[in-house]
């Protein structure tokens, strides 16, 4: 039987409950995810805090909280608050960029809950606690948000993380955890400039293309992982076998795990959630998967490749 694929809970158990709130994250260590993600973004007063945009517009309350605060382009900067202002935000399920309207409709209501902003180092406090009083291992997934930008204003996120991931005991090669970007720089600069050992992953958008050999081989001297957008395993309309991404890069050495499968926003083509887990766990071979939605995913691996040991 193959290796047992991983499932990353994207956000946390995000197709339930707002993402990258701590309620989320216990649902879904509850549900057997493998590794929980966190989005790392600065704040004004140099703190780690788990948030997806750089921006608080579409999941807080900020604007009607700080009116007068935006940028020149009307949008209200996470790096411009302070931790302590920013902890008397809620958050409540994505909006749609400018719109009132909800990103998925059919998840958690608006109205039924107001959640904190959480930061990094809470939440591996969290997770570590929750390891602690189940027995299991979840691991976390922390992804650095637009390295470069934070530079510019002044503040190194890359080298926070790994201060704080060791204070944590992460500190090596086989420790429950995966550093993932998309910025190749800022992987290269951990690995080979701060002698980082932990996991990495290159994170690829739907507009990287195909991967020649030779590209995916210098990626793998710097990174452990690839984690492509689903759109670049997408074969149109021939067999899904033509589509060569995870055959190649495991023939370099790099495992893929491919983002983001969600029940509610199935790609074109597909009719169930099941069948693109099949599609990219079993057909393709990807060694794990983002998802909203961890539960069916654990469920499926489970039935497919055999139940989780710990
Ligand atoms: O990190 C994997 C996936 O989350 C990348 O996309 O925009 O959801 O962070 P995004
Ligand atoms: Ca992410």
Redesign the pocket.
């Known amino acids: 039987m193959p290796n047992r694929p991983i499932v ?1 809970a ?2 946390g158990a995000s197709g339930y409950l707002p993402e990258h709130t701590l309620v989320a994250k216990a649902l879904a260590v509850g549900m057997g995810a493998d590794y929980i ?1 966190q ?1 790392v973004v600065a704040t004004r007063d140099g703190e780690l805090i788990v948030f ?1 945009d750089l921006t608080l517009d579409a999941t807080t309350d900020v604007r009607a909280r700080f009116p007068g605060r935006a940028r020149r382009d009307g949008h209200f900067y996470c790096r411009d608050f302070s931790l302590e202002e920013l902890r008397t935000l809620g958050i409540s399920e994505r909006r749609e960029a400018g719109a009132p309207t909800l990103r998925y409709p059919g998840r958690f209501p608006a109205e039924a809950g107001r959640f904190p902003i959480v930061t990094l180092d809470e939440e591996i406090r969290f997770i570590q606690g929750l390891n602690r009083s189940t027995g299991r291992v979840v691991g976390i ?1 922390p ?1 650095i ?1 637009d390295p470069a930008w934070h530079r510019d204003e002044g503040i190194d996120v890359g080298e926070r993380l790994l201060t704080l991931l060791e204070r944590y005991g992460y500190d090596g090669p086989q420790s429950p955890v995966f550093v ?1 970007c ?1 910025d190749p720089a800022e992987l290269r600069r951990l690995r080979h400039e701060h002698g980082s050992r932990l996991r990495q ?1 290159l ?1 690829l ?1 739907s507009r990287a293309g195909a991967l020649a050999p030779q590209q995916l081989q210098a990626i793998a001297t710097y990174a452990e992982a690839i ?1 492509p ?1 689903l759109r670049l395993l997408e074969t149109h309309g021939t067999p899904p076998e033509n589509n060569t991404l995870v055959r190649d890069a495991h023939a370099a050495g790099l495992q893929v ?1 491919p ?2 499968l969600r029940r509610d926003e199935l790609p074109a083509g597909i009719g169930e959630f099941d069948e693109l887990l099949d599609l990219v766990l079993r057909r393709l071979g990807a060694d794990g998967v ?1 998802t909203d939605f961890p539960d069916l995913a654990v469920a499926f691996v489970a039935s497919r490749f055999g139940r989780q040991l710990d």
Do not use: N, P, W
């Open positions: 990353i994207h956000r993600e989005d997806h997934y992804e948000k993932q998309f992953v994170l958008d984690g957008s795990h983002y983001t983002f």
